[in-house]
C-alpha cells in the first residue's frame, strides 16, 4: 500500500488516488486543482491552510487503508 507522507507534493498524492481529493477539500483545501497547489507539499499546503499536517496524514492514509481493506 502506498503511504501518504509530508514530503509528497499534492500532485503526488492525486496521482496515488484521485479519491483523495475530498478528503483534502474537507479538510479545507479548496484550490487543489490549482498548478501552484499541485506542486505544493503535504506539509506545505497544511501550514497555508492553517491545518495539523499529521492530522491530514492520518486522514489520507486512513482513506488509502479503508481501501484495501475492502
Do not use: F, W
Not at 507534493?9 to 496515488?16: H, K, R, S
Not at 483534502?24 to 492553517?50: D, F, K
Not at 499529521?54 to 488509502?64: C, D, H, K, V
Amino acid at each position: 500500500m502506498s503511504m501518504i507522507t509530508k514530503d509528497m507534493t499534492i500532485g503526488e498524492v492525486l496521482e496515488i488516488n484521485p479519491g483523495l481529493a475530498p478528503v483534502l477539500t474537507s479538510g479545507g483545501m479548496q484550490c487543489i486543482g490549482c498548478p501552484s497547489s499541485q506542486m505544493e507539499t503535504v506539509e506545505e499546503a497544511a501550514a497555508v491552510h492553517g491545518i495539523e499536517t499529521e492530522l491530514l496524514l492520518a486522514r489520507l492514509n486512513a482513506y488509502l487503508q479503508a481501501l484495501e481493506s475492502c
